[in-house]
């Protein structure tokens, strides 16, 4: 019963349109403000695909170049236009989503339009490219410090998540209107796209903005192929050492999981869950690591899991960088012996539960984390049951084969040395 609580609580309206776009809509009273967001399935992991029968080959970074693109129009940036009704706006490109948003606690009816009015309605011409080159270009510069895409680079060879979402100033420089249109008509077509709106609005409104911004009627099918095969076979790279202008040694462990069936919900909680189980803030070894000052409070596992390709990270900063992989291994092979400790997985799976309600009450959360598990294959309802039914003995099944020592791969980044 609670549970059933708990998933009626995170529910949504939701609408699909002659079209094909899917609306959902969390309606909030007494809420002052709207969030929407305005997200397609198409990211840094979409590299390759069939349009109409035709071939496509994307360089690294398109999705992320198209993001800024799609931001752009014929009368001016769409950032500007949000500065004069008052909304904050956002756009972000992940691996396998681009996303934008807007925050309003007015005009929420313009707002919309602008949203709508952009995304999908690309306008590329060559001068504009070059420009965005030039600036996308500065920005890569500005990550190469971050282990994250190390640790993917060194765990796959062949799959689009060893490049970084950005891609390189190499990689976009072969960018091309051609492409770029082509992606626009694969990817952001309202079929493959998701409009997901929370607090003071209703459905009617959502869809009266699609209405309003051609997005309602049927459109002509055009069909779309593209897959990613699963990466078998060893890891390209156990151990990976960078010297950059950093502070203070970085450093990730990342293990390479079976790819994910985008329908098992119960693999991926668990998979989620699992660095909470070994490192977690709940756990003895989380407060062995900040007791004895070898992590900061920013030390904190991930998961990710896309077409083809499942992971679980751990990254932070510490002066001992090795000490702290070698504790966290020895950690879970602990585990795998003894099993995990079921007190620390009833306190992480009501985390969790903690976590899926919380990401409700807030405006911006509720269309964000809705729009996120649509674009999934699923609901936050969904996600809810199945978090319900995981056992501690689900935990330890998982562990059995998960995080294994032959499947890591070990990225260090340590701090430059001044001239002197």
């Known amino acids: 019963a609670a549970q059933a609580r708990a998933a009626a609580a995170v529910g949504c309206e939701r609408a699909v349109l002659p079209s094909g776009l899917t609306v959902l809509c969390r309606t ?26 035709k071939p496509v080959a ?64 690309p306008w590329f011409t060559k001068a ?75 459905l009617d409104q959502a869809v009266a903005a699609c209405k309003r ?57 668990l998979l989620d869950m699992v660095s909470d189980l070994v490192v977690g803030g709940l756990t003895g070894l989380y407060r062995k690591l900040y007791d004895g000052g070898l992590v900061n409070p920013e030390f904190s596992g991930d998961f990710i899991a896309v077409r083809g390709a499942c992971a679980v990270a751990f990254t932070g900063e510490s002066d001992t960088p090795r000490q702290v992989a070698d504790m966290l291994q020895a950690e879970i092979e602990r585990i795998r012996r003894e099993g995990v400790d079921p007190e620390v997985f009833t306190l992480v799976k009501n985390q969790m539960y903690g976590q899926l309600l919380g990401d409700v009450e807030g405006v911006e959360d509720a269309a964000e984390e809705a729009a996120a598990a649509c674009l999934r294959g699923c609901s936050l309802a969904d996600e809810i049951a199945a978090l319900a039914e995981l056992t501690v003995d689900d935990a330890n099944a998982l562990l059995r084969t998960a995080l294994r020592e032959e499947n890591r791969a070990y990225v260090q980044i340590d701090p430059q040395e001044s001239a002197s």
């Open 28 to 53: 909030m009273p007494g809420y002052s403000s709207v969030h929407a967001i305005y997200a397609t399935a198409f990211g840094s992991i979409h590299r390759a695909f069939t349009l109409d029968g």
């Open 58 to 121: 994307l360089p690294a970074g398109t999705a992320h170049f198209l993001e800024h693109k799609m931001c752009e129009t014929p009368q001016g940036d769409s950032f500007s236009f949000y500065a004069k009704t008052g909304a904050s706006a956002n756009a972000f490109t992940s691996y396998d989503r681009t996303c934008y948003l807007f925050s309003a606690t007015q005009k929420i009816d313009e707002n919309l339009d602008i949203l709508l009015g952009m995304v999908g309605k």
């Open 128 to 202: 504009t490219i070059a420009k965005e080159q030039g600036i996308i270009g500065q920005e890569i510069k500005m990550y190469d410090d971050s282990p994250d895409w190390r640790l993917l680079n060194a765990l796959y060879r062949e799959h689009p998540l060893n490049d970084d979402i950005a891609g390189t100033v190499e990689s976009i420089a072969q960018l091309t209107p051609q492409l770029l249109y082509s992606c626009t008509r694969a990817f952001y077509a309202p079929s493959n796209m998701v409009l997901s709106v929370a607090g003071r609005i209703t």
């Open 213 to 269: 911004n051609g997005l309602y009627r049927k459109r002509a099918a055009h069909e779309v192929v593209w897959d990613i095969p699963a990466e078998d076979g060893p890891i390209p790279q156990h151990e990976a050492y960078f010297k950059m202008p950093v502070n203070k040694p970085c450093f990730g462990v990342a293990y390479r999981e079976p790819a994910a069936d985008p329908g098992d919900l119960k693999r991926r909680l």
